[in-house]
């Protein structure tokens, strides 16, 4: 279900030699996984995203930031089917995809390449925190449940979390239900994980907890698209920092250079708000 | 009350007991039983908004919500050997309980699925979930516990409307009621007996859904 291959065509570059080197965005050695190109959607006439075009490298954390409203939730939405864009395609590790003319099959087939952490959870209501985790495997990839609570335990392990493994969702704290959310996304080794405020429902203690996880995740070489209002996650974790308003990408820089040297005055803008506001 | 009437009462006690067993309770689990299948694939017609199967849905609901049960049974019973389709009591009653409870069933567990998240078939699709799979496994069963009080509601009614049944001559707990007092013409206490035994399988019900919804509980699906 993994698919490791095609590396070399994107650039040559070696798969060891890009885990886990943060430093320099540029790192021209890592070839691109994902790529999104020319995404259009609307929703009762009015474009909420205008021809939205990302790349994301193998291994790599791109925070997605901008104001609310700007289209990043819809972006992820879009390249994860679950809003059908208007026109736009996606290259998933050299498959290209049309997002608006999928088949209800080949969305399957893309989103179990891929994780989604949502801003509300979305566990499983019925199932518990070990059966969240399981039921991706089992269910939609037959893996054999033994093999698969295996696999599952040491997820949860991963997040700090196999201790409650009999819980039910409704047991647990948000800031619990969101890092068995995430031990839920990994569990099926995506390709790439895309999280959509992951923190935005939570109170700050419980923030903590959750982004201690994604930086875990992150330090594992994990491919991150995180749409995030936490700057500090932004400028600490990821590598990438891109910047949407009014449904379009105005701009994209290495993390550390889009704080300190913003490249136009919507995000000097945007980042005195937020300095404003002491969110910094 | 008299010796006589005490004597009629303990001797018509088991004669109205019988055909409860024999009769009524059999009609009432095993029309629920066909009224949940009916119920749930009208539901998800609604739900997943089917083309065509959606209105037919909607048509049956509206003709079996707006009519009189005795007027159904009526016209399966006595209007349909019009058409050659002669049909013994007690399948009749069957099929017009089924049809009956499963509209009314059908509402009620569309409206539970609706009550489900859009979130948890979100989760379900990105974990590479297919719809059925999410139907089947996630959205159904959170909508069949959020149905659960509901329906309970249901099948105590069709216990009861399962006297209706007499007027087609079904042998169920009230005509046999009928029958002792046409023999002994004791109405009230014969009726109050009756009376008494629904009242008795009303509680049994009652106490069973208590229980259901303790165990639902015990799974973590407390509703809301």
Same mark, same amino acid.
């Given at each position: 279900?993994?698919?490791? %291959? @095609? *590396?070399?065509?994107?650039?040559?570059? @070696? %798969?060891?030699?890009?885990?886990?080197?943060?430093?320099?965005?540029?790192?021209?050695?890592?070839?691109?996984?994902? +790529?999104?190109?020319?995404? +259009? %959607?609307? #929703?009762?006439?009015?474009?909420?995203?205008?021809? &939205? $075009?990302?790349?994301?490298?193998?291994?790599? &954390? &791109?925070?997605? *930031?901008?104001?609310?409203?700007?289209? %990043?939730?819809? *972006?992820?939405?879009?390249?994860?089917?679950?809003? +059908?864009? $208007?026109?736009?395609?996606?290259?998933? $590790?050299?498959?290209?995809? $049309?997002?608006?003319? =999928?088949? =209800?099959?080949?969305?399957?087939?893309? +989103?179990?390449?891929?994780? /989604?952490? /949502?801003?509300?959870?979305?566990? #499983?209501?019925?199932?518990?925190? *070990?059966?969240?985790?399981?039921?991706?495997?089992?269910?939609?990839?037959?893996?054999?449940r033994a093999q698969a609570e295996e696999h599952a335990h040491a997820c949860l392990r991963h997040v700090g979390m196999d201790d409650r493994c009999d819980a039910y969702p409704a047991q647990l704290s948000g800031g619990q239900q969101q890092r068995v959310a995430i031990a839920r996304a990994m569990a099926t080794s995506p390709e790439v994980m895309y999280f959509d405020e992951p923190t935005s429902a939570l109170d700050p203690e419980l923030t903590g907890e959750v982004l201690s996880v994604m930086r875990r995740l992150a330090e594992d070489g994990m491919t991150m698209l995180v749409v995030t209002h936490e700057m500090g996650f932004a400028r600490n974790v990821a590598d990438r920092v891109v910047f949407m308003e009014g449904g379009a990408v105005v701009a994209e820089a290495p993390a550390r250079e889009f704080f300190e040297h913003p490249a136009n005055d919507r995000v000097r803008a945007f980042l005195a708000v937020l300095n404003q506001h002491g969110e910094d | 009350m008299s010796e006589r009437v005490l004597g009629i009462l303990a001797d018509s006690f088991t004669k109205i007991l019988v055909p409860g067993l024999m009769a009524t309770v059999p009609l009432a689990l095993i029309s629920f039983a066909c009224a949940l299948v009916i119920a749930t694939a009208v539901a998800l017609v609604q739900y997943t908004r089917v083309p065509v199967l959606t209105q037919l849905a909607r048509l049956y609901i509206w003709i079996v919500r707006g009519t009189p049960l005795l007027v159904q049974l009526y016209v399966v019973f006595y209007g349909l050997p019009d058409f050659g389709i002669v049909l013994d009591p007690f399948p009749t009653a069957i099929i017009v309980f089924s049809i009956n409870t499963g509209a009314y069933s059908a509402e009620t567990i569309r409206g539970a699925l609706e009550s489900v998240p859009a979130g948890q078939l979100e989760a379900g699709y990105c974990v590479g979930m297919s719809y059925m799979q999410v139907m089947r496994r996630i959205l159904l069963p959170q909508a069949l516990r959020a149905a659960f009080p509901p329906l309970s509601n249901e099948l105590i009614a069709l216990v009861k409307d399962t006297s209706l049944a007499a007027n087609i001559t079904v042998l169920e707990m009230l005509m046999a009621t009928q029958q002792i007092v046409s023999r002994t013409y004791e109405a009230l206490p014969l009726y109050l007996e009756v009376a008494a035994i629904y009242l008795m399988f009303s509680t049994v019900l009652t106490w069973l859904q208590s229980l259901g919804e303790k165990k639902l509980a015990s799974l973590g699906m407390e509703r809301g």
């Open positions: 279900m993994m698919r490791e %291959k @095609k *590396l070399d065509a994107a650039g040559g570059a @070696k %798969k060891g030699a890009k885990r886990g080197s943060k430093e320099g965005v540029g790192a021209p050695a890592a070839p691109e996984i994902l +790529r999104l190109e020319g995404i +259009r %959607k609307s #929703f009762n006439g009015t474009e909420v995203l205008h021809g &939205v $075009d990302l790349t994301v490298r193998r291994g790599e &954390v &791109v925070a997605v *930031l901008g104001p609310s409203g700007s289209g %990043k939730t819809t *972006l992820l939405r879009c390249a994860n089917l679950l809003d +059908r864009a $208007d026109s736009g395609t996606l290259e998933l $590790d050299g498959g290209r995809h $049309d997002l608006a003319r =999928a088949t =209800a099959r080949e969305a399957a087939a893309i +989103r179990r390449r891929t994780g /989604f952490v /949502f801003q509300g959870y979305n566990l #499983f209501r019925n199932r518990t925190v *070990l059966g969240n985790v399981c039921e991706g495997l089992v269910t939609a990839r037959r893996m054999p | -």
